[in-house]
């Protein structure tokens, strides 16, 4: 059986993409080592996050590549390279396969799966991708970057958990109410 994206989910994708393009050009703070981003504190990923948590891996990953795309052209921050769009589109497939892995058909999304899932995308992508990244691209020892990188997860893990939790609670009362239903999207739901 096929699943297809609707127009509804397209409409969700796109303010998700305009949302992560605001959050993550203007509401960040960026903190450089070695003249390059060593810490970004802000939000800007979260609305890929949310995207592969509640829509799927598949639409995490395109939003957040699409975000990375639009974001670039729209507000360029040093030449273009495809790394970094490749990582942003991470930060929402790798959310999306843990909750949908920890979910096992369930429907409700409880604060440990997507603390999980939370602490896998900025372990994964913000120690081990970027860092590799910024060595190969940049020269940056990895041994420069990485306490960063642990510094700047270490702060934003509970901030995204909390935050993706209410998110979750509220969206599920705000959909269940207007259309009569049950009508957010678990991960599994988009393959």
Same mark, same amino acid.
């Given at each position: 059986?096929?699943?297809?994206?609707?127009?509804?989910?397209?409409t969700r994708m796109a303010l998700l993409i305009a949302l992560a393009i605001i959050a993550e050009r203007l509401l960040?703070?960026?903190?450089?080592?070695g003249g390059v981003e060593g810490i970004r504190l802000g939000v800007g990923s979260l609305p890929i996050v949310f995207t592969g948590i509640f829509m799927g891996p598949l639409a995490g990953g395109m939003v957040g590549a699409i975000a990375d795309l639009v974001g670039y052209f729209i507000n360029p921050i040093g030449p273009y390279m495809p790394h970094f769009t490749?990582? !942003?589109?991470? =930060?929402?497939? /790798?959310?999306?396969?843990?909750? $949908? *892995? %920890? !979910?096992?058909? =369930?429907?409700? /999304?409880?604060?440990?799966?997507? $603390? *999980? %899932?939370?602490?896998?995308?900025?372990?994964?992508?913000n120690i081990i991708v970027l860092p590799y990244f910024h060595e190969v691209l940049f020269g940056l020892l990895r041994i420069v970057t990485i306490p960063a990188k642990i510094v700047e997860s270490a702060i934003c893990i509970p901030v995204y958990t909390v935050i993706l939790f209410?998110?979750?609670?509220?969206?599920?009362?705000?959909?269940?109410?207007?259309?009569?239903?049950?009508?957010?999207h678990l991960s599994g739901r988009l393959w």
């Open positions: 059986m096929k699943s297809k994206i609707s127009t509804q989910m397209l960040s703070v960026r903190i450089a080592i490749i990582t !942003s589109a991470l =930060r929402g497939i /790798i959310p999306g396969l843990v909750i $949908f *892995l %920890a !979910s096992r058909g =369930r429907r409700e /999304i409880g604060v440990f799966p997507l $603390f *999980l %899932a939370v602490t896998a995308m900025f372990v994964l992508v209410t998110l979750g609670r509220v969206m599920k009362k705000t959909f269940a109410f207007s259309h009569g239903k049950e009508a957010l």
